[in-house]
T-cell receptor
């Protein structure tokens, strides 16, 4: 099992560019999540998907969109990147309330 | 409004001694708490959890204590080892979150264990 995989690992964008962060899990989990981690802010939830076909906003959804393509895949899209979106992005999946499994992260810099 | 707070950004302890990491929460609907550990350039990994029906849960060198009246939990690591040096996140899940598994995380505490 690969667990939770994320691509790319690193990305540099110019302000206004768009990109999609990809996430896949092979653990047959129903729920998937996108977080961003910034210094002193911990992990903040951007969007989550409780099950295939559903998505909901988290704490910091502005400037992002998501797609739950199927049970395995959950992508995060930045339509027009801004320097404030410079961060490390983590995808996670969960079978229940009992805990989440995280991917290795994508380090995004917006100049 | 920070519902889960880790007020100590960093902690330094000597190898072999006890590390105590603290976490406070404000939402009385939280009924399940978790600790995650994160090494640089890796994703967080689950460490230990506790349900609100308990006040203590132990797993090897790691023990989590929950004080519901004070809305406070702590993670004890005994004895601390250099490999424990990492960022530790406290997280909470609310009753009524159903099967979403949604968590609220604290800001994290960086633990350094000196040899």
């Amino acid at each position: 099992n690969a667990g939770v995989t994320q691509t790319p690992k690193f990305q540099v964008l110019k302000t206004g560019q768009s990109m999609t962060l990809q996430c896949a899990q092979d653990m047959n989990h129903n729920s998937m999540y996108w977080y961003r981690q910034d210094p002193g802010m911990g992990l903040r939830l951007i969007y989550y998907s409780a099950s295939e076909g559903t998505t909901d906003k988290g704490e910091v959804p502005n400037g992002y969109n998501v797609s739950r393509l199927n049970k395995r895949e959950f992508s995060l899209r930045l339509e027009s990147a801004a320097p404030s979106q410079t961060s490390v992005y983590f995808c996670a999946s969960s079978p229940s309330r009992q805990g989440q499994y995280f991917g290795p992260g994508t380090r995004l810099t917006v100049t | 409004d920070q519902q889960v707070k880790q007020n100590s950004p960093s902690l330094s302890v000597q190898e072999g001694r006890i590390s105590i990491l603290n976490c406070d929460y404000t939402n009385s609907m939280f009924d399940y708490f978790l600790w995650y550990k994160k090494y640089p350039a890796e994703g967080p990994t689950f460490l230990i959890s506790i349900s609100s029906i308990k006040d203590k849960n132990e797993d090897g060198r790691f023990t989590v204590f929950l004080n519901k009246s004070a809305k406070h939990l702590s993670l004890h690591i005994v004895p601390s080892q250099p490999g424990d040096s990492a960022v530790y996140f406290c997280a909470a899940s609310a009753r009524g979150s159903g099967n979403t598994g949604k968590l609220i995380f604290g800001q994290g505490t960086t633990l350094q264990v000196k040899p």
